[in-house]
Every structure is written in C-alpha cells, then in structure tokens.
C-alpha cells in the first residue's frame, strides 16, 4: 500500500485554518438576529468567543453558522435585544 | 494608537474560529481582545493549558499570528530566550525586533510558571505577559491553583478552598515591572487599550485578566460576560494599572454590588453559600473589603 508522504508529515501549511473545521454540531439553540432591530454596533462580535460573528459587504452584522456553538452570548449582550436563540431541529 | 471604537479593532483577529473551546469560553474571549489590540509584528507564546489544547487540534491551528507552545512551567524563559535572540538579530541587521506576547492560564502563571517568570521580570526582557485567569487548572480537570478564591470547588478541593487568592499583580510590582494592570473582557475598550499601552512600553509588562469558564465555574454558557460584569461590579476582580509603582483605580466602584449576586450565579460557590459556611463565605468578604481598601490607600498615595 502506497501512503501519500505529505501525509506523513507533522505540519500545518496553513495560518489559521481551523476555519476549515465547522463546529455547527456543537450547538443546540441557533442565534437568529432580527434585522429590524440590528443597528450593527458589533457588540455581539466582540464578545463571541469564536469569533462566529461578522460584517458582510453591505455593512450588516451576520451570524457565520458554521462556527457558532450557540453559547448565547450574544443574545445576552446584545444592547438592543436583537437575537433570539432559536432550538435547532434534531 | 487608541481604541475607541469597535471598528478599530474589526479584521485583526489574530485567532480562527473552529477552535475548540468550549461554548462560552471566558478565556477566548479575552485572548480574542488582546490580539485583535495588539500591533504587529509579536510573536506568541503559550505554555501548555486551555489555550493550547483548544487551539491546536491537529492537524489544524487556530493562529493567524507567529505562535509557539513550551511546556507548562517555563513561557517565560522561552519567550526572554526569543526576545534576546531577535535583539541580537537586529543589531546584526539580519532581522528585526518583534513584541514578545506570553498569554497563559493562572496555572502557568501564578503557580508553576512563577520562578521563569520572576527571572525574566527581573533580567528586564522586553514582553508583555498576560494571563488568563479562569481561577484554576481547567484544561486537566478543574484543580485548584494559587489563583482559586476561597470557597470555590474544584476537584482537589471539593469542600471548597480555604486559602485566599495569590495577589499575582503585587508580586509583579514589586519585581519593578513599568507596567502591570488588570483587565475584564466586559470593558474591551480598557482591555484593549491596556494592551496597547503595555505594548509600546520597553520591558516586562504585565496584565492580568479574569475569565470566566462556563465549564470549570458551572454556569450557563450564556453569562460569561455578565459574570465577568459581575466580579468587577462586586469589587471581586478590582480593575486598576500600577504604571512605574504608581497605582490608579480605573473603575472605582462607589457602590459595590452584594458579593453573593456574583456567587450565586456559579454553581462553584454553592457549598460557600450554605449555612454551615456562613464563617468561610466572611473570609471570602473580608477578602474583598481588605484588598480594595488596601488599593485605595495605595491609590490615594499617588494622586494623578
Ligand atoms: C510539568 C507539568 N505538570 C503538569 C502538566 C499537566 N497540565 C497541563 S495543563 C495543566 C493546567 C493548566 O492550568 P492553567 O495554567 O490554569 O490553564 P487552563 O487550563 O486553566 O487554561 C496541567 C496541570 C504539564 N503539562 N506539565
Ligand atoms: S449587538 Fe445586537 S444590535 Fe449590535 S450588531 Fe449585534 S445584533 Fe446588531
Ligand atoms: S451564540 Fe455564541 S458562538 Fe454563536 S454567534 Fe452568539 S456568541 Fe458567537
Ligand atoms: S474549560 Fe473553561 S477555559 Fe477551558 S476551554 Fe472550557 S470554558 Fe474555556
Ligand atoms: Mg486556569
């Protein structure tokens, strides 16, 4: 049997790249943030431990669902009471 | 330069999601905020922990910044060994000097990592060291450290501890450090620019911040923040910097909340809130009393 060498060797080639791993599984509430509430303070991002929190292109702050745990946080901190944790269907 | 707002800290994650800590993770969060602060060029070094388990699952790592892991006891020395190296690498002009950032857990740092710590401290190595403290070893299964308060249980004291918290940062004071403040990720604005400061500060700097481990201090997930809220407001965790001996009170808590809001909240507590406890659960606030007066006379030695 042949073993791809790369394989076989102890090192990570890339920065950062625990990106490429998706912890969704870990979470049993979803957050949800209600748009008409959000004003983008980016209060829920500093204080995400993952971070699972980001800004898209037009400027509003998104949950990355393959990253969040659900922890809550967010929902907790959020100073407009904008996200709302949401059971997952199992 | 100073943080003022969040968007001066957006786009300088200096950790990648997918990591494993656990949901809630206090520690994370402050590690998030010191790189998301910190200037470029640094180098991190961790000793073994949290920090290090969660970050580097293999064949993955969740650091976007230069890091380097060394056993539990001696960060410190490895880091004084990194600055020396690049120091003499820049006088050559064959490399140039970067910041040293040691962030540890409590474990590594109040208790085993102590003697590497003082060495480098006193040699006067150019680094800033931070500690996490989630106020015992949580990676290997929640045993107490010097950094435990009384009352809390944890495996090896499943009755509660009964000795007070090492005062970590007096220690460091008095090894000369230009430099030692403390922090909670509820005031990112302070944290972050604490960070800062320490960084454009030559020599060993120090900061030491609280974080809240859902795991380790049994509460929901969700309260971290609150929790950290809560250790200030109560006079807990006291929020001050000691800048060349000098001290000063960054949040003075004219009207502390009562201790037992932040206990209750905690499942590790709840032997300290029983009854029969009632003598411990005195200690534990004579504790708080007796350090916050003691910061105020030292405050108040050195009006700004
Ligand atoms: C010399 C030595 N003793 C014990 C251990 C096992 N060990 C690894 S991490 C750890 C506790 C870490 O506690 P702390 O520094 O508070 O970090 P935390 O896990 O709480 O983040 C222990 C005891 C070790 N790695 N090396
Ligand atoms: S904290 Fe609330 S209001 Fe602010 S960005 Fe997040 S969801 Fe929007
Ligand atoms: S629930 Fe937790 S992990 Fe998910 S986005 Fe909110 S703070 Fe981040
Ligand atoms: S045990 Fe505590 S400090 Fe460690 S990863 Fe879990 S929440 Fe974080
Ligand atoms: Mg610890």
Not at chain 2, 189 to 202: G, H, P, T, Y
Not at chain 2, 217 to 228: E, G, P, Q, R
Not at chain 2, 263 to 280: C, D, G, I, V
Request: with cysteine.
């Amino acid at each position: 049997m042949s073993r791809r060498p790369e394989l076989l060797i102890p090192i990570v080639f890339e920065a950062g790249n625990t990106s490429l791993r998706k912890v969704a599984n870990w979470r049993s509430n979803r957050p949800v943030i209600e748009r008409r509430l959000c004003t983008n303070c980016l209060i829920c991002w500093i204080y995400c431990p993952e971070p699972a929190i980001y800004m898209d292109n037009a400027g509003n702050v998104q949950i990355d669902y393959d990253h969040c745990k659900g922890c809550g946080i967010c929902a907790e901190e959020c100073p407009r009471k904008a996200i709302k944790m949401v059971m997952e269907n199992v | 330069m100073q943080v003022s707002k969040l968007l001066d800290l957006y786009g300088r994650e200096g950790l990648s999601p997918g990591h494993s800590a656990c949901q809630g993770c206090g520690a994370t969060i402050a590690v998030r905020q010191v790189l998301l602060a910190a200037e470029p060029p640094y180098i991190v070094v961790s000793p073994t922990g949290c920090l290090e388990v969660i970050s580097t699952p293999y064949p993955y790592t969740a650091w976007r910044v230069p890091w380097v892991h060394v056993a539990f006891e001696n960060a410190a020395a490895v880091a004084s060994g990194i600055e020396a190296a690049l120091r003499v690498l820049e006088r050559k002009g064959l490399g140039r000097r970067h910041k040293i950032i040691v962030i540890g857990g409590d474990g590594g740092t109040f208790d085993i990592g102590l003697q590497a710590i003082s060495g480098a401290f006193e040699r006067g190595h150019d680094l800033l060291y931070v500690c996490y403290d989630n106020e015992a070893y949580m990676n290997t299964g929640i045993q107490r450290s010097a950094a435990t308060p009384i009352g809390s249980v944890t495996t090896t004291t499943p009755a509660g501890k009964r000795e007070r918290k090492k005062d970590i940062v007096s220690i460091l004071v008095s090894h000369g450090s230009p430099y030692v403040a403390t922090a909670s990720p509820h005031l990112w604005k302070d944290l972050a620019n604490k960070v800062r400061k320490a960084q454009s500060i030559e020599g060993p700097t120090f900061l030491h911040i609280v974080a809240p481990c859902p795991r380790g201090w049994y509460y929901d997930s969700s309260l971290t923040i609150k929790i950290a809220k809560l250790a200030v407001e109560t006079r807990v965790f006291p929020i001050y910097e000691v800048e060349n001996g000098k001290y000063r009170i960054n949040y003075l808590i004219s009207r502390p909340r009562p201790v037992e809001e932040y206990l209750r909240l905690q499942s590790r507590f709840a032997y300290l809130l029983r009854p029969e406890n009632a003598a411990l659960l005195e200690e534990f606030k004579r504790w708080v009393e007796e350090r916050w007066n003691q910061l105020l006379k030292l405050a108040a030695a050195f009006p700004p």
